[in-house]
T-cell receptor, first 114, second 109 residues
């Protein structure tokens, strides 16, 4: 158990809908990262927040957005869902924001878009 | 674009055999990590290597970081069925973790 929690574990929804994925970092960690894992693309970095502020952006679509709240939990919002958005979405956390710090991954949310 | 290429993609071996997984890039990384992931679960950090030429051992697993910090290898001695899983290397660069495509290892009893 990494100490990172994610909810829900599974999510099934239809195309065009909007969903919110939630992540709570390990106690004491200030950075939260979001990743998408699909069979054809592998594990791809989406976005990073540190202490409430966006720090780095990866291959995140405009239909996707995220935020980190004052209690440090984070939410990833996915809208206008398409079949291709079906994937595992992971949250990771670390103490700091630089390369020095190791990231610990949550168990993931499996999103299925039908 | 920074890329990490892992080889082989798939590996199926018998219990007791040795194996090596390679992770190569044309880019320099400040550190490199190896993860193991089981189906439906999140990646679990195995090791972080930081210094060029560094070698770290974790029981039967030996990790090496290339001198130029562009490549790494994972060697498993006397593989066991419990080693089965997806092994991922990931390079740290400017706050982002760049992942390789992974090596799917299957160890048969």
């Amino acid at each position: 158990d990494s100490g990172v929690t994610q909810t829900p574990k599974h999510l099934i929804t239809a195309t065009g809908q909007r969903v919110t994925l939630r992540c709570s970092p390990r106690s004491g960690d200030l950075s939260v990262y979001w990743y998408q894992q699909s069979l054809d693309q592998g594990l791809q970095f989406l976005i990073q927040y540190y202490n409430g502020e966006e720090r780095a952006k990866g291959n995140i679509l405009e239909r996707f957005s995220a935020q980190q709240f004052p209690d440090l939990h984070s939410e990833l919002n996915l809208s206008s869902l398409e079949l291709g958005d079906s994937a595992l979405y992971f949250c990771a956390s670390s103490v700091g924001s630089s390369d020095t710090y190791e990231q610990y991954f949550g168990p993931g949310t499996r999103l299925t878009v039908t | 674009t920074q890329l990490l290429e892992q080889s082989p993609q798939f590996l199926s071996i018998q219990e007791g055999e040795n194996l090596t997984v390679y992770c190569n890039s044309s880019s320099v990384f400040s550190s490199l990590q190896w993860y193991r992931q089981e189906p439906g679960e999140g990646p679990v950090l195995l090791v972080t290597v930081v210094t060029g030429g560094e070698v770290k051992k974790l029981k039967r697993l030996t990790f090496q970081f290339g001198d130029a910090r562009k490549d790494s290898s994972l060697h498993i001695t006397a593989a066991q069925p419990g080693d089965t899983g997806l092994y991922l290397c990931a390079g740290h660069s400017r706050g982002k973790l760049i992942f390789g495509q992974g090596t799917e290892l299957s160890v048969k009893p």
